[in-house]
């Protein structure tokens, strides 16, 4: 398991999300950036759009998609 928080997935809090997979991880963010703005979180707002447009544009999301799983690669074990 290996441990990214909301902020280095590009939100703006510290909650630790962990994964077997950057794709646990990142589909955990999406998750909760959802939830936090279901419940009426704003500060997370900005974070989902851009996660709702990277899915709605895969190809120009790949740059972040990329970054994030040589970043979660190069993370040590929990």
Not at 21 to 30: E, F, N, P, R, S
Not at 37 to 51: F, Q, R, S
Not at 63 to 73: C, E, L, P, Q
Request: charged residues 30%.
């Amino acid at each position: 398991m290996k441990t990214m928080t909301c902020k280095q997935l590009g939100g703006p809090c510290d909650l630790e999300l962990r994964g077997e997979k950057a794709d646990d991880v990142i589909h955990a963010q999406d998750s909760h950036l959802k939830e936090m703005v279901a419940n009426g979180d704003t500060a997370h707002e900005p974070a989902l759009k851009d996660m709702q447009g990277r899915w709605k544009r895969p190809i120009a999301g790949l740059g972040w998609y990329r970054s994030t799983k040589k970043t979660f690669a190069a993370l040590p074990e929990d």
